[in-house]
C-alpha cells in the first residue's frame, strides 16, 4: 500500500458532522440584533406609558388649582327611571376596554401573524434529510463479449443538506450501491460500492454574505416590531375613545337632569300663572304662555333623553361587557368627578416628546431601516456572480458490503473537486433599477418621517389650544350661570308682583338652562382635552401603566 495513503487522517464520522453543525444555519440570535438589524427595545413596543396632567405640566409654570362650585342639579332623568345601575370610573371604564373591546381583539392576532413569518424565515436555514433509490435492470444485445448485455444496478443515496448563514451549500451523502452483471471479465459481480462525498458551495460576491443571505429575517422581523408598533397604537385609540365616550355619557347624563329640572320649573311656573290668574293678577292669557313653555321644555326633555341613550350605547359598545348588554335596562353611571384645575403647558417641550413617543414615528423608523436594507442587498444582487465549489469524497468498493465499508473506512482512495464558475452580467440593467428603485423608497420614505413630524407638532399644539380655549369656556359659561340664576330670581318676584308675564320668566329659565348646559360641555370638553393631549403624545391619561402581549400563537 502506499505511503502517501496510509499517512492520511482516518475518515471520522463526528468530526465532518461538527463541521457541518459549526457551517450551519444555526438560528440563535436572529431577530435579536445578531445579522445587523434594528432592535426595538420591548418597553418602547409594549409598554403604554401613563401620564397626569401633573406631569404633562411639569415643564410648565406651576398649575393653579382652582376647583369652581358645582352648579348641576341632581333630579333623575326621564330616560334612567327604572332602570338598574351599574356605577362605573374611568379606571373601570379603562380597565373593561382592554379587556373585552372586539377592536383590540383583532388588532392582537397582528403581531402573533407577523411573529409566525420571522420563524418561517428561519426556517430556510433548517437541514434537510435527502434520500434516493433507483433500480435499473438491463438487456441489450453486444458486439463484443468485453461488455455484458444484462446488468442489475441497485443504488440507494441518503444525505444531508445544510443551508449556509453564508449563503452557502453543504452537503454530505453516503452513496450506496450493489452491481451484478453477466460480464464474465468483471473482477468484482456483484460488486459493492459505498461512498461518503462532502461537497460545499460558496458564492463570493453576488448572493454572498450573512447580511444579504439573512435578509428575509431581517425584513419579517422588521413587519414583527412595525405590527407591535400599530397594536399599541390602536390600544391607545381604543382607550382614548372609551375615556372620550365616558366623559360624553358624564355631559349627556347631566344634560338630561338639566333638561328634566328646566320642564320641572316651567311646570311651576305654570300653576304660578293659574294661581296668579285665579286671584286676578294676570291676564288668563298668561296661563296659555305657561302652557306654551312647558310644551318647549317637553321637548328638550325628550331630545336630551334620547342623546343620553344614544351616548350609554356607544361606552356600552366600546366595553363590551356582559354586565352592561346594549339591549338591557342597565344605565351606566359615571363616577369619576371630572377636574376643572388649570393646566399651563409648555407646548413645545411636549410637541418634542410626543414626536419621540408616537408610533407612528416608530414605524417610519422601522421603515428606514428596512429601505437601508433592501439597498445594500440590491447593491448586492448587481454584482457578478462568483461561485467557488468543492467536493472531497472517500471511495469504497468490495465482493461484499463488509469489505465496501472496510475500504471506506480505512480512506484509502479519496478525490478532490475544486471549481470557480463566474458569471458577469452585460448591461446589469435591471439589477442597476432595483437599486435606484431601493434608494428612491429611502428617499420617499425620509420625506414621510418630515410629513409625520409635522403632523405630530401640529396635533400636539391643536390640543394646547384646546385645552385652553376649553378652559376659558368654562369659566365663561360658569359666569353665565350665575347670572343667568340671578335674572330667573328677579323675574319671578316681578311676576309675583304682576309686572312681568309668564314669557319673561320662561325666557330667563331657559337661558338659565342653557348656560348651565354650556357648562357641562365645557366641563367635559375640558375633561377630552387632557385626553387628546395624551394620546398626541402617545401615552394614556391616568395613573396605571398600560401592558398588553400579543395572541398567543398556536403549537
Not at 144 to 166: D, F, H, M, Y
Not at 201 to 208: A, D, K
Not at 255 to 281: C, I, P, S, T
Not at 364 to 379: G, H, M, N, P, Y
Amino acid at each position: 500500500m502506499n505511503d502517501s495513503h496510509c499517512s492520511r487522517v482516518p475518515f471520522a464520522v463526528p468530526g465532518v458532522v461538527a463541521l457541518c453543525l459549526l457551517l450551519g444555519g444555526c438560528t440563535f440570535g436572529f431577530g435579536r440584533g445578531a445579522t445587523g438589524e434594528l432592535v426595538v427595545p420591548r418597553e418602547r413596543l409594549r409598554a403604554i406609558e401613563p401620564a397626569t396632567m401633573e406631569q404633562i405640566a411639569a415643564s410648565a409654570p406651576r398649575p393653579v388649582s382652582t376647583t369652581a362650585p358645582t352648579t348641576l342639579p341632581t333630579t333623575l332623568p326621564v330616560a334612567l327611571q327604572g332602570q338598574r345601575e351599574v356605577k362605573l370610573t374611568i379606571e373601570q371604564a379603562r380597565k373593561l376596554a382592554l379587556a373585552n373591546n372586539l377592536e383590540i381583539q383583532v388588532q392582537l392576532f397582528d403581531p402573533a401573524i407577523a411573529r409566525t413569518s420571522v420563524t418561517e424565515e428561519e426556517g430556510r436555514f433548517e437541514a434537510l434529510f435527502n434520500t434516493s433509490a433507483n433500480f435499473d435492470k438491463t438487456d441489450t444485445p453486444t458486439s463484443t463479449r468485453l461488455e455484458s448485455n444484462q446488468a442489475k444496478n441497485l443504488t440507494v443515496q441518503p444525505g444531508i443538506e445544510i443551508p449556509l448563514v453564508t449563503g452557502g451549500t453543504l452537503r454530505a451523502d453516503l452513496p450506496l450501491g450493489r452491481f451484478e452483471t453477466d460480464n464474465q471479465f468483471s473482477t468484482l459481480n456483484p460488486a459493492f460500492t459505498s461512498n461518503f462525498v462532502v461537497s460545499f458551495s460558496q458564492p463570493l460576491l453576488r448572493n454572498g454574505g450573512v447580511f444579504t443571505t439573512t435578509q428575509g429575517i431581517r425584513l419579517a422581523f422588521y413587519e414583527y416590531q412595525a405590527s407591535q408598533a400599530r397594536t399599541k397604537l390602536e390600544i391607545i385609540r381604543v382607550l382614548t375613545v372609551a375615556d372620550r365616550a365616558y366623559w360624553r355619557l358624564y355631559a349627556a347624563r347631566q344634560e338630561a337632569v338639566l333638561r328634566r329640572q328646566e320642564y320641572d320649573l316651567a311646570v311651576a311656573q305654570m300653576q304660578r300663572a293659574r294661581r296668579q290668574a285665579n286671584a286676578g293678577m294676570v291676564a288668563d292669557v298668561d296661563i296659555i304662555r305657561a302652557e306654551s313653555g312647558v310644551a318647549d321644555t317637553l321637548e328638550n326633555v325628550i331630545i336630551a333623553d334620547n342623546q343620553l341613550r344614544d351616548r350609554q350605547r356607544e361606552l356600552k359598545r366600546i366595553l363590551n361587557s356582559a354586565e352592561m348588554p346594549m339591549d338591557a335596562p342597565v344605565a351606566v353611571v359615571p363616577t369619576t368627578d371630572p377636574r376643572p384645575l388649570r393646566y399651563s403647558v409648555d407646548a413645545t417641550e411636549l410637541a418634542k416628546a410626543a414626536v419621540a413617543n408616537r408610533m407612528e414615528m416608530l414605524e417610519t423608523e422601522l421603515q428606514i431601516a428596512r429601505d437601508v436594507s433592501e439597498i445594500a442587498v440590491a447593491r448586492n444582487s448587481a454584482l457578478p456572480l462568483v461561485a467557488l465549489d468543492y467536493s472531497y469524497s472517500v471511495n469504497g468498493l468490495g465482493r461484499t458490503w463488509d469489505d465496501s465499508f472496510q475500504l471506506l473506512h480505512d480512506n484509502d482512495f479519496a478525490d478532490h473537486h475544486l471549481a470557480l464558475r463566474v458569471q458577469v452580467p452585460i448591461g446589469n440593467e435591471a439589477a442597476l433599477s432595483r437599486v435606484r428603485r431601493a434608494l428612491l423608497r429611502r428617499l420617499q420614505t425620509l420625506a414621510t418621517r418630515d410629513q409625520r413630524d409635522l403632523q405630530i407638532r401640529q396635533e400636539v399644539y391643536n390640543t394646547v389650544d384646546q385645552l385652553d380655549a376649553t378652559w376659558q369656556r368654562m369659566l365663561a359659561a360658569r359666569e353665565r350661570v350665575v347670572l343667568a340664576a340671578r335674572v330667573v330670581e328677579v323675574e319671578q318676584r316681578q311676576f309675583n308682583l304682576g309686572l312681568r308675564t309668564s314669557t319673561d320668566v320662561l325666557d330667563a329659565q331657559t337661558r338659565l338652562a342653557n348656560a348651565q348646559s354650556s357648562e357641562v360641555q365645557a366641563i367635559a370638553e375640558y375633561q377630552i382635552a387632557q385626553v387628546d393631549i395624551a394620546q398626541a403624545t402617545g401615552t394614556v391619561l391616568g395613573a396605571s401603566r398600560v401592558d398588553w402581549a400579543p395572541a398567543p400563537v398556536p403549537k
